[in-house]
């Protein structure tokens, strides 16, 4: 008869996330994940997969806590241009008080040239975002809080640059009062 699991696997994939996202994905080793995830080598394989494999599902276990979590927020909002400040609030001090940045932009330098699928998962991700952003703007442009000067896919791709260069930059860089103004100038104004 089998062994079953006598491990959280949440606990060990949120482990797991921690791990890849303080070392980055070439500096942690299996040996790192398994004491980190308080699995042996031999379940963590049969759990998870190998190495790529897991880090693929940790990476979607950060969206749905980080990004995913964020754009529902933006999504159920009543007041989108509002809700975009928050969004962006909340980004500008997670990116202030962790110096770790994003797992997926830091995923995106480190492993999208070097892995296709990888790549894949990460230029989907962004899309998502891109896709949250737009809708969003499109909702403030129908409530008359955004003009329609510019297109809404044109607003969310600025903001979409704004997203990831506040996290890159948040990674070299503590000054509040840069991190601000990328923000400020990206957002359109509230009303």
């Known amino acids: 008869m089998g062994r079953h699991r006598t491990f959280d ?11 890849f996202w303080g070392k980055g994905y070439a500096a942690t ?12 080598g031999a379940s963590l394989y049969h759990s998870f997969g190998d190495k790529r ?5 940790a990476l979607q276990r950060y969206l749905d806590f980080s990004a995913r979590r964020r ?23 997670a990116s202030l008080s962790d110096r770790r940045g994003c797992l997926l932009i830091n995923s995106a ?4 040239p070097h892995d296709e699928g990888l790549a894949r998962d990460i230029r989907d991700a ?4 891109e896709s949250g952003l737009r809708r969003a703007v499109q909702r403030a442009q129908q409530q008359g809080t955004v003009p ?3 297109s809404e896919v044109e607003i969310a791709r600025r903001l979409l640059s704004a997203v990831v260069s506040l996290r890159v930059l948040a990674r070299v860089s ?3 009062e840069l991190l601000s103004s990328i923000v400020r100038h990206s957002l359109p104004p509230a009303s």
């Open 174 to 176: 503590n000054d509040e």
């Open 29 to 40: 080793s299996v040996r790192d994940l398994s004491d980190a995830m308080g699995i042996g």
């Open 148 to 150: 329609m000067v510019e």
């Open 126 to 129: 962004l899309t998502e975002i």
């Open 53 to 57: 494999a897991l880090f693929a599902r």
């Open 9 to 19: 696997e949440t606990a060990a994939l949120d482990a797991a996330v921690s791990c």
């Open 71 to 93: 754009l529902s927020q933006l999504d159920s909002a009543e007041d989108a241009l509002a809700a975009l400040h928050g969004f962006f609030a909340d980004l500008l001090k």
């Open 109 to 112: 330098l480190e492993l999208a």
